[in-house]
């Protein structure tokens, strides 16, 4: 089993930063993916960002490209979500997902591990 714990949450004014960190533990891998979704107050979850753990590529969901840049710590087993220029609408509950897949993978159904999940608010 793999364990996902999500922490950096917090309350920001729009404009502002946050840095998330997902640590991994457990029986880790170093191929697949580790990526972050997230879910908004009355919307369904969606994928954020993504990054290969062999390669370190990445890609991202169109609402945070140029804002958002995912990052990984191999050594440490930690993927690092760093955000700025946040808006309001940027205000969810925030999922570290991971999978042992190859591809490039945005859809929830091909993460099997999951974290608790972390609240990012944003005020206007």
């Known amino acids: 089993q793999v364990q996902l714990v999500e922490s950096g949450g917090g309350l920001v004014q729009a404009g502002g930063s946050l840095r998330l960190s997902c640590a991994a533990s457990g029986r880790t891998f170093s191929s697949g993916t580790m990526a972050w979704f997230r879910r908004a107050p009355g919307k369904e979850r969606e994928f954020v960002a993504g990054i290969k753990l062999s390669g370190g590529s990445t890609y991202y969901g169109d609402s945070v490209k140029g804002r958002f840049t995912i990052s990984r710590d191999n050594a440490k087993n930690t993927v690092n979500l760093e955000m700025n220029n946040l808006k309001p609408e940027d205000t969810a509950i925030y999922y570290c997902?991971?999978?042992?897949?190859?591809?490039?993978?945005?859809?929830?159904?091909?993460?099997?591990?999951w974290g608790q999940g972390t609240q990012v608010t944003v005020s206007s």
């Open positions: 997902a991971a999978n042992q897949y190859s591809g490039y993978h945005t859809t929830i159904g091909l993460y099997n591990y």
